[in-house]
């Protein structure tokens, strides 16, 4: 038995706090506490994960405030989605930030970068082990946070200050819906526990709107936070962090928070099938055209940053098409060779310092190490049998084809073979050919290449516990009562063929005759025009919501000069003359009684005072007077 | 045996020249022995009358004792004061001194 599962939580954020208060004398040696204090978080997580294996779930609760004689709870919940989800976060945590020492070596603000890092990981630990949905709110608050701090980590380029607004600005769109979401959960059902929500709790409300409603306004939350069609726009952006920071929060964990909380709250998506239709249809478009994008771009991060908004499309339109488990286990596979893909990126941008593929080529003789894990990411993420991602993203085919959404499954398939090909694509610019750079690349130091061999092992190995071979003992772990599982042949048979068209498409395109895509993007302008502009979405929203709400923050700014502003200087200026007014009183009347009175006593004591002469005799003589007197009236009476 | 009328008469002159001196005299030397001539008038009274009126010669006697006394300490005081008046104003003329004026 576990006896502290909260330590998971608490020692990232021990590291947070030591090395904010001490990070100026640590210096370079905060990397290390970060390290340790990781990599003990993976070590309890473990251990809390290999109990819950055992069919252990671990909760512990405290009441934070009660309403209406219903408490609202801070608690701990280990069950086996949450273990998977605390096994990917503090082990791929753990590789990224050792990995970061390498590529954050003589940053500036090394210190604080991992300051950072750590109050990520505590953050999204906390997020993964949330008990209620007030409490995972929070926690999705402080992982935006996080991610705002980071893709503005380097602050002093334009590009990066406004890359991290625009992120923070477009999560909290989703986050007012997520709000909204509890609100009206809460309103309809009196609970917020996810341990509550089951079918029993849902079958009285069966076909509430409220309850629709609320799963909508939820999953806008995860639409933000998931980089979803529409809000996707922030993802690519948000490119301009430091790239361990893209492989660890944008792309293997907090983006995966959306995913999280659809799975989180399954039953309630499960139970209502038009919200489940809705993350469906977006999961489905949001992986078709970020796929779309990721076809002409030129930026080996923004390839990658498509490619993450695509395949977390993926796992939405599983968990929409009724695949818990699918969706899940993507979402494991996917955060190892995604944060492969990005920690080579990285690697391949430190080693050659660009990041234009059209600057790279023939990396593969200079890079090996990186080269190879590469390869193998690659191979994963467009569906290659045996490797992980074969494995999930079959399950998401048959999981849509299963559910009879044909659209979907075909939409999904064309998707699958556009992963392919862009994804070659990237390792054939990249790594093949003759090299285009004027640089002198040079393979990156060994703290940074053993993260990535760690991970390529995982690629290859984590798709395992999903696949037929180990009898779906994933998906048995996730799901107890698991709907027998088969393997569909036509699915298997469309996957294989999808990705192995994409690879071949690639070959030709980019490594056998290099003029064929200039030929193609002439022919097909149209298509190649919108892939290039990405739709041009930031642009219509630039010309329509960021305008209008920039003219009505000019208007309540004009409403707040001419009214506001005038009022409290129209009360200022009263305010004065009403003083002078007041002060003109103090000096004449009050000071004047004042002032009265001291010259009456002076001028009365002026002729008083000329009785003290100071001469000793005078007052002798009075004195003797005044005996004389009394020595007189006693003698006469 | 002279009357007790006359050594009252003399006693009397005697205070009223202490007092014309404490009330005249600039010096304050001059001030201090004005008042010891006063002190001593009193005790040549106290003196005269516990010899005449023969009730108990000693009670007066030992009046008179104590008044010396006490005269000499507060003449030491005085003499003190006089000195530290005279370091501070360099004078000790009473006219001269009028710091407690207004």
Not at chain 1, 325 to 330: D, I, K, N, Q
Not at chain 1, 416 to 423: D, H, K, P
Not at chain 2, 32 to 42: F, G, R, Y
């Amino acid at each position: 038995m576990v006896t502290h599962p909260i330590l998971i939580l608490l020692l990232p954020f021990t590291a947070f706090a030591v090395i904010v208060f001490f990070g100026k004398w640590l210096k370079e040696k905060s990397a290390w506490v970060a390290i340790l204090a990781s990599l003990a978080s993976c070590a309890v997580a473990l251990q809390a994960a290999f109990h819950v294996t055992q069919g252990e779930t671990l909760s512990q609760s405290l009441t934070w405030m009660v309403i209406n004689q219903i408490p609202i709870e801070f608690g701990i919940v280990i069950d086996p989605l949450a273990a998977m989800m605390l096994f990917v976060v503090t082990f791929i945590g753990s590789l990224i930030i050792i990995y970061s020492v390498g590529y954050m070596h003589g940053d500036a603000r090394y210190p604080r970068f991992f300051a950072y890092l750590s109050l990520f990981m505590f953050s999204m630990l906390g997020l993964v082990l949330s008990a209620t949905l007030v409490q995972i709110y929070i926690f999705w608050e402080l992982v935006g946070l996080c991610s705002y701090f980071l893709i503005g980590f380097w602050f002093e380029k334009k590009e990066a200050a406004e890359a991290g607004r625009k992120a923070f600005i477009t999560n909290r769109i989703g986050d007012i819906g997520f709000f909204l979401g509890i609100v009206t959960f809460f309103y309809a059902t009196g609970t917020l526990r996810f341990s509550d929500i089951n079918s029993e709790l849902l079958h009285a409300h069966t076909g509430s709107f409220m309850l629709t409603l609320s799963a909508l306004l939820l999953f806008c939350g995860a639409v933000g936070k998931s980089a979803q069609f529409p809000l996707h726009v922030w993802l690519p952006d948000a490119m301009e962090g430091p790239t361990p920071v893209s492989a660890l929060i944008h792309a293997a964990t907090m983006v995966a928070a959306g995913v999280y909380l659809v799975a989180r709250l399954f039953p309630l998506f499960h139970g209502f099938p038009e919200a489940s239709q809705v993350v469906a249809i977006i999961g489905t478009l949001t992986a078709f055209m970020a796929a779309f994008f990721a076809l002409t771009q030129m930026d080996i991060k923004k390839v990658l940053a498509y490619s993450t908004i695509s395949q977390l499309g993926y796992m939405m339109a599983a968990l929409g098409t009724g695949g818990m488990t699918a969706g899940t286990f993507h979402l494991m596979t996917h955060a190892f060779f995604k944060a492969l893909l990005f920690l080579g990126a990285g690697s391949v941008i430190h080693g050659s310092g660009v990041q234009d593929m059209r600057e790279m080529g023939g990396l593969r003789s200079s890079m090996p190490v990186t080269f190879w894990t590469f390869a193998i990411a690659t191979l994963a993420i467009a569906g290659v049998p045996p490797l992980a991602g074969f494995w999930s993203k079959d399950e998401i085919l048959v999981s849509a084809f299963d559910s009879n959404h044909r659209v979907m499954f075909w939409i999904l398939a064309v998707t699958a073979g556009m992963t392919s090909f862009y994804m070659f694509r990237l390792l054939f610019l990249t790594f093949f050919g003759k090299t285009r750079g004027h640089g002198h690349p040079h393979e990156s130091p060994f703290v940074m290449t053993i993260p990535l061999i760690i991970l390529a092992l995982g690629s290859i190995v984590m798709g395992l516990p999903g696949s037929p071979l180990m009898n779906h003992w994933f998906q048995n772990f996730l799901a107890h009562h698991h709907e027998a599982l088969h393997m569909n042949f036509f699915v298997v048979t469309i996957s294989i063929a999808t990705s192995a068209l994409g690879l071949l498409t690639a070959y030709i395109f980019y490594v056998v005759n290099p003029n064929i895509p200039k030929r193609f993007a002439q022919k097909y302008w149209f298509l190649y025009a919108i892939s290039k502009n990405k739709l041009w979405i930031d642009e219509i929203y630039q010309a329509t919501f960021i305008r209008w709400f920039k003219s009505l923050a000019n208007l309540s700014f004009k409403f707040d000069e001419t009214v506001i502003d005038r009022a409290v200087n129209e009360a200022g200026f009263k305010t004065v003359l009403v003083s002078r007014i007041k002060n003109w009183i103090d000096q004449n009347i009050v000071d004047g009684l004042v002032n009265f009175t001291g010259w009456i006593t002076r001028t009365a004591s002026s002729v008083l005072r000329l009785v003290q002469t100071g001469y000793i005799h005078h007052y002798l003589f009075f004195l003797l007077l005044g005996i004389l007197m009394i020595v007189y009236s006693t003698l006469t009476s | 045996m002279l009357p007790l009328s006359h050594i009252l008469i003399f006693t009397t002159l005697l205070f009223l020249i202490g007092l014309y001196g404490v009330l005249t005299r600039r010096n304050v030397v001059g001030i201090l022995i004005s008042i010891e001539i006063m002190l001593n008038a009193a005790n040549i009274n106290f003196v005269a009358f516990s010899a005449s009126l023969d009730v108990s010669p000693q009670i007066g006697q030992v009046f008179v004792i104590f008044i010396i006394v006490l005269a000499a300490a507060t003449a030491s005081v005085a003499l003190a004061i006089v000195l530290s008046i005279y370091r501070n104003q360099k004078t000790i003329y009473t006219d001269e001194i009028d710091l407690l004026k207004w």
